[in-house]
Structure formats: structure tokens, C-alpha cells
């Protein structure tokens, strides 16, 4: 029989307000979920099941769509020599300052202390991979030859390392989980269109699978990957006015298969370098998810991405009741399967319906049906959603009364998946607005820095500096250029053209900016 878990539920409850301690809410969202953890080595996680299996369902979203543009997959060594990263010089010092280097194959014990055992020094250095561009490319050679190996179209699923030394579970980390693409093409114009074509496809995933809308743009110069000619970026803008950079595509250019002298005999029969693409999405993007849907009592999830859609809880008192209804959630979970529904039954004894509400409700599942003898004697079901869409000056007393539902049985089953589907899109809709409300076209220094000093979020402003100038913007407020829009990103009230809001200088369109994580 069910029995009281108080421990449970107050652990289950014990998430910091957003208003109170954004950065601590964070952690007791991630913690209460439990989607991750810290590990013994520091700046790396453990990524629990429950945060495993939401990146396996974005992973599952992102690899049909590669593999629908004609992508597929492979797999390169998580060692690179030393002197691959060196061939491209850009790259190299973008990357020098996060690489992890082995020296040495073998230890060996001296005087009891385990040490690195002289005699197995590598003849070079052998660096973690921080990113693939240079060990794929030294494949690549072999794989090219002509026009006709052309376009190659990988996609890689891989660890990589970068030793960031201020680390935030799933937002940065020393060892992250993450896609990288690396594309090869005859033309420039084919990789500049791949360069964009996948930017796309993170942008529609992002909004039509994480409900995170994002703003298309390219990188300045400064904030380009080591390497590219040109990055592209997909920026969305978190509860607390932040903004996070959720994915990036690169031209290459040739310089990559100039590094690696990768050459193919063209249709007139010279030779030429190949043009190139990277793009890649990491496992930021749960922590994007949490930032963006998420509340005070703990994680919200889009239907689309929630390993458990719908939760279904038997209520009962004595072994008889705990037959009948358990036998019942079965069956609901059954029919549920059925219509394509990811559900599961928390049958488990010993734990009050309770402290089992305040639990799911913690990892973001998006229903709780609950199925007690009355409910069985009345033919109905109780429906209960981790949300709703807000209501102006609605109470909170009225929006709890709105969340649960009891509806007879065959309505209540054939009402989940449309609501499944209404609840991905208020949530898209619920972080639209959020980023109009956090959104401001900004034309003097001083509104720039009350909103900014106010809890900022994103702002339209012109720029027309340089560099220095960026970094100057960068210390003095702790904002960065999220990206240069697209033309069609920019909003009415924020076209046209004006002049630098730091310089004074002409300026023909506007920049986003924001504070970042």
C-alpha cells in the first residue's frame, strides 16, 4: 500500500525561486530532474538517464534531418597529432589555450608514486580532440580524388574536450557531448549554400522541436570560428534576459583542404583545393531547454523532447484498490502506447501519490493521469498538465484548477495527443513572448545601459566599430554582438539605417546584442 514519503517530496520540492537565485534555481531544476551531475574530474558531468534520454530524442530529431539533406555518418579518433592542429595557424591559436595534450602512452611505479614512465614518451604530442576539422581532413585526402567524390556530406556523433577552467553543467563543460559536420564541395557556392541550408535545420529544429525561437545571424569577425570565413549562428534569449548561443554553421573556405592538401581534378580536368563546412549543436542545448520553459517548481518540457509524455498513477488505499487501479493505469498506458505516446505507469509502493506528483512534475513530464477506485466506479480519468498557457490577471488559484481535468475515459484518452500538441506550441508562444517583453530598439548609450542595468535582454542597436571597439562595448557593460541579423530577422521598428551607438558613425543596419552565457 502507499505509505508517506515526506523526505522525498520536500527533496522533490527544494527548488530555489528563479527571482531569488537564477543561477542556483538552475542547479536545483538540473538536480531535482536528476538530468546531470558533477563528476570526480572537475569541469566534467555525468549526465544522468533521465537528461541521457533527452539528449537521445534530440539526437534522434537532428540526425533524420542531417540525414534528409543527404548527410551520413561516421566516426574519427578522439586523438589528433599535434601537428594537424597546427596547419591551419587560425585555428591552431583559437584552440591552443582548451587543449588537453597526451605525451606519454605508459605508467610506472617509482618509490610507490604512479608516474608517467619516461620510456613511453610519444615521439609527438597527441591533443584530446576539441574539434575534427584537422583529423577529418587528413582522411579526406584519401577519399577525394575527383569531382565525382563530390559533394561529401559527414556527420560525426562524438565527445569532445576543451578545458574550460569556469564550468556550468550542460552550458560549459571540459567534456561535452555534441554533432560536428564536415562537408567537402566542388564549388564555393555549393558550401556556402550547405553553410546555410544547415543553419536552417537547427533553426527550425530549434523552434519546432525545442520551442526555443532564435534569431538568424552571422558572427563578427571577432567572434568567428578559428578558421572560418564566415560563421553563422542561432541565438535564443533565456529567462533571465540572457542570451545563449544554441548552434553554428562555418564556411571554410579552402583553407582546411589547403592544410591538409586535399585537391581534386575538377570537370576541365585541374586541379583544385575543395571548398568546405562545419556545423555543429552540443549538449547545451538541454540546458537551453531548462532555461527557457522551466519554473520554480523545477524542469518543463516540450512534448516533442520529454522521455515521458505522460505519467500514469494508480491512487490507492488498500491491496484491493491497488489491483483494480494498477490493473486500470495499465490499460490506459496500453491504449496510450498505441496512438504513439511515450508513457509510462509509477506503480512503485511505498511512495504517497504526492510526493510521486511533486517527482514527475520535477522532470518536466508533460501529463499525470491518476486513476483511483472513484475514478474507476465513474468511468473518468484525471488529467493533470505540467502547464498552461498564462492568462492575464488570471490567479494563481484559478490557473491550479485549470491543470486538471477530469474527463470520462475514452475522451480523456483520445484527448491526449491534441494536447500534447497544444502544449509544444504555448510553449513556443509562452518564450516569444517572454523575448518580445525582453526585447528593446536602442538608439542612445544611456538607454543601452539602463536596460542592460535593469536585467537587459536583447537589443537592437547600430554598430559601426571596430574590434577594439567591440571589446571596449564588451568590459564596459558585459555585453557581446550576438550576431549581425538577417534581413528578414530584423523586426519593422529596427530597420533601416542610423548611426553607431558607441561611435556616432554611420550605420546601415542594426546588431543584436545582449549579455550571454
Same mark, same amino acid.
Given at each position: 500500500?502507499?505509505?508517506?514519503?515526506?523526505?522525498?517530496?520536500?527533496?522533490?520540492?527544494?527548488?530555489?525561486?528563479?527571482?531569488?537565485?537564477?543561477?542556483?534555481?538552475?542547479?536545483?531544476?538540473?538536480?531535482?530532474?536528476?538530468?546531470?551531475?558533477?563528476?570526480?574530474?572537475?569541469?566534467?558531468?555525468?549526465?544522468?538517464?533521465?537528461?541521457?534520454?533527452?539528449?537521445?530524442?534530440?539526437?534522434?530529431?537532428?540526425?533524420?534531418?542531417?540525414?534528409?539533406?543527404?548527410?551520413?555518418?561516421?566516426?574519427?579518433?578522439?586523438?589528433?597529432?599535434?601537428?594537424?592542429?597546427?596547419?591551419?595557424?587560425?585555428?591552431?591559436?583559437?584552440?591552443?589555450?582548451?587543449?588537453?595534450?597526451?605525451?606519454?602512452?605508459?605508467?610506472?611505479?617509482?618509490?610507490?608514486?604512479?608516474?608517467?614512465?619516461?620510456?613511453?614518451?610519444?615521439?609527438?604530442?597527441?591533443?584530446?580532440?576539441?574539434?575534427?576539422?584537422?583529423?577529418?581532413?587528413?582522411?579526406?585526402?584519401?577519399?577525394?580524388?575527383?569531382?565525382?567524390?563530390?559533394?561529401?556530406?559527414?556527420?560525426?556523433?562524438?565527445?569532445?574536450?576543451?578545458?574550460?577552467?569556469?564550468?556550468?553543467?550542460?552550458?560549459?563543460?571540459?567534456?561535452?557531448?555534441?554533432?560536428?559536420?564536415?562537408?567537402?564541395?566542388?564549388?564555393?557556392?555549393?558550401?556556402?549554400?550547405?553553410?546555410?541550408?544547415?543553419?536552417?535545420?537547427?533553426?527550425?529544429?530549434?523552434?519546432?522541436?525545442?520551442?526555443?525561437?532564435?534569431? @538568424? *545571424?552571422?558572427?563578427?569577425?571577432? /567572434?568567428?570560428?578559428?578558421?572560418? =570565413? %564566415?560563421?553563422? #549562428?542561432?541565438?535564443?534569449?533565456?529567462?533571465?534576459?540572457?542570451?545563449?548561443?544554441?548552434?553554428?554553421?562555418?564556411?571554410?573556405?579552402?583553407?582546411?583542404?589547403?592544410?591538409?592538401?586535399?585537391?581534386?581534378?575538377?570537370?576541365?580536368?585541374?586541379?583544385?583545393?575543395?571548398?568546405?563546412?562545419?556545423?555543429?549543436?552540443?549538449?547545451?542545448?538541454?540546458?537551453?531547454?531548462?532555461?527557457?520553459?522551466?519554473?520554480?517548481?523545477?524542469?518543463?518540457?516540450?512534448?516533442?523532447?520529454?522521455?515521458?509524455?505522460?505519467?500514469?498513477?494508480?491512487?490507492?488505499?488498500?491491496?484491493?484498490?491497488?489491483?483494480?487501479?494498477?490493473?486500470?493505469?495499465?490499460?490506459?498506458?496500453?491504449?496510450?502506447?498505441?496512438?504513439?505516446?511515450?508513457?509510462?505507469?509509477?506503480?512503485?509502493?511505498?511512495?504517497?501519490?504526492?510526493?510521486?506528483?511533486?517527482?514527475?512534475?520535477? @522532470? *518536466?513530464?508533460?501529463?499525470?493521469? /491518476?486513476?483511483?477506485?472513484?475514478? =474507476? %466506479?465513474?468511468? #473518468?480519468?484525471?488529467?493533470?498538465?505540467?502547464?498552461?498557457?498564462?492568462?492575464?490577471?488570471?490567479?494563481?488559484?484559478?490557473?491550479?484548477?485549470?491543470?486538471?481535468?477530469?474527463?470520462?475515459?475514452?475522451?480523456?484518452?483520445?484527448?491526449?495527443?491534441?494536447?500534447?500538441?497544444?502544449?509544444?506550441?504555448?510553449?513556443?508562444?509562452?518564450?516569444?513572448?517572454?523575448?518580445?517583453?525582453?526585447?528593446?530598439?536602442?538608439?542612445?548609450?544611456?538607454?543601452?545601459?539602463?536596460?542592460?542595468?535593469?536585467?537587459?535582454?536583447?537589443?537592437?542597436?547600430?554598430?559601426?566599430?571596430?574590434?577594439?571597439?567591440?571589446?571596449?562595448?564588451?568590459?564596459?557593460?558585459?555585453?557581446?554582438?550576438?550576431?549581425?541579423?538577417?534581413?528578414?530577422?530584423?523586426?519593422?521598428?529596427?530597420?533601416?539605417?542610423?548611426?553607431?551607438?558607441?561611435?556616432?558613425?554611420?550605420?546601415?543596419?542594426?546588431?543584436?546584442?545582449?549579455?550571454?552565457?
Amino acid at each position: 500500500m502507499n505509505k508517506p514519503d515526506n523526505q522525498q517530496k520536500a527533496a522533490s520540492a527544494a527548488v530555489t525561486p528563479r527571482a531569488q537565485d537564477y543561477s542556483q534555481w538552475y542547479l536545483d531544476v538540473i538536480k531535482n530532474a536528476c538530468l546531470a551531475e558533477h563528476s570526480p574530474v572537475r569541469g566534467c558531468m555525468v549526465i544522468r538517464p533521465h537528461g541521457y534520454a533527452i539528449w537521445e530524442k534530440m539526437q534522434r530529431e537532428l540526425d533524420d534531418r542531417f540525414k534528409e539533406t543527404g548527410h551520413e555518418n561516421a566516426y574519427f579518433p578522439l586523438f589528433i597529432p599535434l601537428s594537424f592542429l597546427t596547419r591551419e595557424e587560425k585555428h591552431a591559436s583559437g584552440f591552443a589555450k582548451e587543449c588537453a595534450v597526451v605525451t606519454h602512452h605508459r605508467l610506472k611505479s617509482v618509490n610507490g608514486e604512479i608516474v608517467p614512465d619516461p620510456e613511453s614518451k610519444l615521439e609527438e604530442p597527441l591533443v584530446v580532440r576539441p574539434t575534427s576539422e584537422t583529423i577529418i581532413w587528413a582522411q579526406y585526402k584519401n577519399w577525394i580524388q575527383s569531382y565525382r567524390d563530390l559533394p561529401l556530406l559527414i556527420n560525426q556523433w562524438a565527445n569532445v574536450v576543451r578545458w574550460e577552467m569556469r564550468t556550468r553543467l550542460f552550458l560549459r563543460t571540459a567534456e561535452f557531448l555534441w554533432q560536428e559536420g564536415h562537408t567537402a564541395h566542388a564549388t564555393e557556392k555549393e558550401a556556402i549554400e550547405e553553410t546555410w541550408r544547415m543553419l536552417d535545420v537547427y533553426a527550425d529544429f530549434a523552434e519546432n522541436v525545442m520551442a526555443v525561437p532564435v534569431i @538568424k *545571424g552571422r558572427k563578427t569577425e571577432g /567572434e568567428r570560428f578559428a578558421g572560418a =570565413l %564566415e560563421t553563422l #549562428s542561432i541565438e535564443g534569449l533565456m529567462q533571465d534576459g540572457k542570451a545563449l548561443q544554441m548552434g553554428t554553421s562555418h564556411y571554410l573556405g579552402q583553407n582546411f583542404s589547403k592544410g591538409a592538401d586535399v585537391r581534386f581534378q575538377n570537370k576541365d580536368g585541374q586541379l583544385e583545393y575543395v571548398y568546405a563546412s562545419s556545423w555543429g549543436v552540443s549538449t547545451r542545448l538541454v540546458g537551453a531547454l531548462i532555461m527557457t520553459h522551466s519554473d520554480d517548481a523545477g524542469l518543463v518540457l516540450p512534448p516533442k523532447l520529454a522521455p515521458v509524455q505522460v505519467i500514469v498513477i494508480p491512487i490507492y488505499k488498500s491491496d484491493e484498490e491497488r489491483v483494480r487501479t494498477v490493473e486500470e493505469a495499465k490499460k490506459v498506458a496500453a491504449e496510450l502506447k498505441a496512438l504513439g505516446v511515450a508513457v509510462k505507469v509509477d506503480d512503485r509502493d511505498g511512495i504517497m501519490p504526492g510526493a510521486k506528483y511533486y517527482e514527475w512534475e520535477g @522532470k *518536466g513530464v508533460p501529463l499525470r493521469i /491518476e486513476v483511483g477506485p472513484k475514478d =474507476l %466506479e465513474k468511468g #473518468s480519468l484525471c488529467i493533470a498538465r505540467r502547464f498552461v498557457a498564462e492568462i492575464k490577471g488570471e490567479t494563481p488559484e484559478a490557473q491550479r484548477k485549470r491543470r486538471k481535468a477530469f474527463l470520462p475515459r475514452a475522451e480523456a484518452i483520445a484527448s491526449i495527443v491534441p494536447t500534447l500538441a497544444a502544449m509544444q506550441g504555448e510553449l513556443l508562444e509562452r518564450a516569444r513572448n517572454l523575448r518580445t517583453e525582453r526585447t528593446r530598439v536602442i538608439d542612445k548609450l544611456e538607454d543601452f545601459e539602463k536596460f542592460f542595468g535593469e536585467g537587459g535582454g536583447f537589443a537592437w542597436v547600430h554598430w559601426a566599430g571596430d574590434a577594439a571597439q567591440e571589446d571596449e562595448l564588451a568590459k564596459r557593460f558585459e555585453t557581446s554582438i550576438r550576431n549581425i541579423p538577417f534581413e528578414d530577422q530584423i523586426p519593422a521598428e529596427a530597420k533601416g539605417e542610423g548611426v553607431c551607438i558607441l561611435t556616432g558613425k554611420p550605420s546601415k543596419q542594426r546588431v543584436l546584442m545582449s549579455k550571454s552565457y
